[in-house]
């Protein structure tokens, strides 16, 4: 191998890693960029042919290898609109090709992001900070099932939606054979039932309050929502009424404070 082929062996080398260390720039400078996908460099040794008798010099090549399909970290985010994909898969999302009576025109190509800092603008679109705007598959309002296989460009409508009061709740337990109140004792019969005057006023009083906490238990909590939309937290409590009232069967009552 002569000067000439260590020359060009040298050469190719630091060239290969100039451009390792342009990758090594790129994703410092992006490194707070959302969506972006970090460049990595390989590495590829080039060897001429070359018979036993003769030494041929080599030389190194450097190749991007995009890493497009990695996952990224998931940053917290205090904007309600903010979306990320946790695994595999992109945002369909359209690109604005113009403007028609005040609106955006969008282009009927799909592209395709990781970036989901979208937000709402001036015409209730969700866009990202790059520009792009979220399409979606239009949905029955009805039945909240897909009406369409096409993806379209989502806008929210600035329309109040009517409130609607809560009439109905799903509510599933397992009440205990022997409720363990805080006035119940296995040694005195009856002690874990609520007492008759209590049961006989039907709602409790603030007088009340004291001893029914004694004798009743704790059964959860849900938030309901009147005509207005106005949240109201219930607290509901069980107590037992009555022990094997016929066919085997106990009865308990179910209290609740509204607030």
Known sequence: MGIF???????????????????ISDNIANSQTIGFKR???????????SNPRQQQSG??????RPMNDSQGDLLGSTVDTSLAINGDGYFVVAERSGVADGLPVFSSVDRYTRRGDFSLDKDGYLVNG???YLKGNPIDSTTGNPSGSISEVIKFSKDFLAAKKTTTMDYRLNLPTYPKTTNSKESVPG???LSAPLIAAGNISELNEEAFLKESLAGGATTIYDDAGNSINVQMRWAKHSINNGANNSEWGL?????
Do not use: K, N
């Open 255 to 259: 209290y609740y404070l509204s607030e």
């Open 39 to 49: 460049t990595e460099t390989s590495f590829m040794d080039i060897v001429s042919a």
């Open 5 to 23: 082929g260590a020359m060009t062996t040298a050469v190719s080398g630091l060239r290969a890693q100039s451009f390792a260390l342009e990758h």
């Open 130 to 132: 790059a520009g792009y």
């Open 59 to 64: 030389s190194v090549m450097a190749f991007t």
């Open 191 to 193: 002690s874990e039932l």
